[in-house]
């Protein structure tokens, strides 16, 4: 069997906002399978990194060579991605911030849009697709809730809901414990590793420590829009590399696989 390509290949890829670089040459490769985690502070090129996968931003062309692949294809389209890459973001979160119950959210996932229109036919193999996403995350509860009427936590779920309806073969979810609390975030990442020890890889973009979760082995750094750090989780968290990267002194701290700063 001819070898696999990268599920992410970026190389020397430049991104400019409102005329500002905000990526300055990144390079990285991701391979299919892999549990990965971007991290990096607030203005360090997350979001951009992020945007790029979504077709919100392009690469700056006329900076010299770069690559920039999905599954080695230089071009594709955001509809025929889904049944390999879910991507859940702050952006989405805030577009369901209104009256669409849970299942409205899930099923919407078939559509690509937000929420059900009138002109969606949902078939009885969307609906029994949809009920078995919501057992599968243990929401099937909140099935008829509003989003609005929901916890930050519970929302999420329904949109990580929406990503999984096509069973992609990875995740990515940008800032995903944003504005949980304490009990919140621990049930939220109790729900990713049972995503991923299901099979379901993950790619987390974030710049909370502590949404790196066990199972995932390897972490990028990003610091003023550039790689400042890339390789095995236990090699790339340490407390030199983290205080250079948020350009403080920190402690480094580990307690039942979950990476804390003090």
């Known amino acids: 069997m001819p070898p696999r390509p990268p599920l992410l290949d970026f190389e020397d890829v430049v991104v400019l906002r409102s005329g500002q670089k905000v990526l300055h040459g ?5 391979r299919q399978g892999e549990n990965v985690a971007i991290l990096g ?24 060579p770069y690559r920039m692949r999905i599954l080695g294809r ?21 577009d369901f911030a209104r009256e669409c119950s849970g299942w409205e959210t899930v099923v919407s996932g078939f559509f690509s849009s937000v929420g059900l229109w009138a002109n969606h036919r949902v078939t009885p193999a969307m609906e029994r697709r949809a009920w078995t996403v919501l057992e599968r995350l243990e929401v099937a509860h909140l099935a008829d809730r509003p989003m609005t009427a929901m916890s930050a936590g519970e929302a999420r779920r329904m949109l990580i809901g929406r990503a999984l309806i096509h069973d992609p073969d990875t995740l990515v979810l940008d800032e995903p414990t944003t504005s949980l609390d304490l009990r919140a975030v621990r049930e939220f990442r109790a729900t990713l590793r049972k995503l991923v020890r299901g099979g379901t890889s993950l790619v987390l973009v974030t710049h909370a420590l502590e949404e790196v979760i066990p199972e995932v082995t390897r972490v990028i750094l990003l610091r003023d829009g550039r790689v400042f750090k890339d390789g095995p989780k236990e090699t790339v968290l340490s407390t030199p590399n983290l205080s250079e990267l948020y350009r ?4 480094l701290e580990r307690e039942d696989g979950i990476y804390h700063v003090r």
């Open 248 to 251: 403080m002194p920190v402690r």
């Open 74 to 94: 230089d071009a594709w389209d955001l509809f025929s991605l889904r049944s390999h890459l879910g991507i859940v973001s702050n952006d989405l979160q805030a």
């Open 41 to 64: 502070p607030n203005g360090s090129g997350k979001s951009s990194l992020l945007k790029l996968l979504t077709r919100e931003l392009y690469p700056v062309a006329n900076e010299g």
């Open 26 to 30: 990144v390079s990285f490769r991701i």
